[in-house]
């Protein structure tokens, strides 16, 4: 036997695993801190006419952020149960768990910031409000297209902390500089900008299987009857919603595991999956 060869093995299959390389975030998100600060947004490399990217997001279900099939045109286990609560009579029980379980809209767009230009082109993620704000700006006849590389306009981003807000977060407004100017003078720069971009829609955020989804919310449903709670991500600050909800069906009786179970039965007449508007 090769006693050195024999060795090594032993050595390989008793040192510890390394951990596979972390992400750094920080090169593909960027993040408005306190202050002002000044961006540009590029055009889209996946769509020319559009810069902004809306997708949908699920909080607090699980302990991760779950994105919605729905941004992919898959059938989606959470937006199907909301919808089921929302028909027939009005039920306010209903109602109100409905609308805890609406998938949140986030927006993304890419953006080079300046003085850090080296970081190259990065994804800036706001809410409703910021992006009422760029779009106003937009169709203003005055300012226009303020993405246009050659005569385009950079933004000031002003954010403000906690002790402004009133709320554990921070809040950003933009306005838009007076003076057009290039996305850069660097030819090779732009270029670069305006090609080499991290895509939303791609490989940024774990997918969920429609089983994945359905069972973690069957089980934000119903906490109790499962041992091993799925905590809620500290980002949702309203309560977990009681699972004593009401559903109109045929039977009398029924555990409210077969009551979830029977939305999502293709044989279940008059509540089939395929039947819905997705």
């Known amino acids: 036997m090769d006693l050195n060869a024999l060795k090594q093995k032993l050595d390989t299959l008793q040192s510890k695993p390394q951990g596979g390389q972390k992400t750094d975030y920080t090169t593909i998100f960027w993040r408005p801190t306190v202050g002002k600060q000044q961006i540009r947004i590029v055009p889209s490399a996946y769509d020319a006419s559009n810069p902004f990217t809306e997708l949908k997001f699920y909080y607090g279900i699980t302990n991760k952020v779950m994105i919605s099939p729905l941004n992919f045109g898959e059938k989606d286990p959470i937006a199907l149960f909301a919808g089921k609560l929302r028909e027939g009579e009005y039920n306010k029980e209903n109602y109100v768990l409905a609308k805890k379980l609406d998938a949140k809209n986030r927006i993304f767009v890419p953006v080079v910031v300046r003085g850090e230009e080296d970081k190259g082109t990065r994804l800036w993620q706001f809410g409703k409000q910021v992006y009422e704000e760029l779009l106003a700006l937009a169709v ?14 950079d ?60 069972s973690a919310l069957e089980k934000w449903l119903s906490p109790e009857e499962d041992s091993e709670e799925i905590v809620a991500a500290p980002v949702v600050s309203t309560p977990k919603p009681t699972s004593n909800f ?17 939305l999502f039965d293709d044989s279940n007449s008059g509540n089939k999956v395929d039947d819905l508007p997705f």
């Open 140 to 153: 203003d006849d005055e300012i226009g297209d303020y993405t246009d590389i050659v005569n385009g306009r």
């Open 155 to 214: 933004l000031t981003v002003e954010t403000v902390g906690p002790e402004s807000t009133g709320t554990p977060y921070n809040k950003s407004s933009v306005r838009v500089r007076l003076k057009t100017s290039p996305l850069s003078e660097d030819a090779s720069l732009v270029e670069k900008w305006t090609n080499e971009q991290p895509n939303p829609k791609e490989g940024l955020f774990k997918r969920f299987s429609f089983d994945e989804m359905k």
């Open 246 to 262: 009401s559903l109109d069906t045929n039977q009398a009786k029924q555990s409210k595991v077969d009551k979830f179970d029977s």
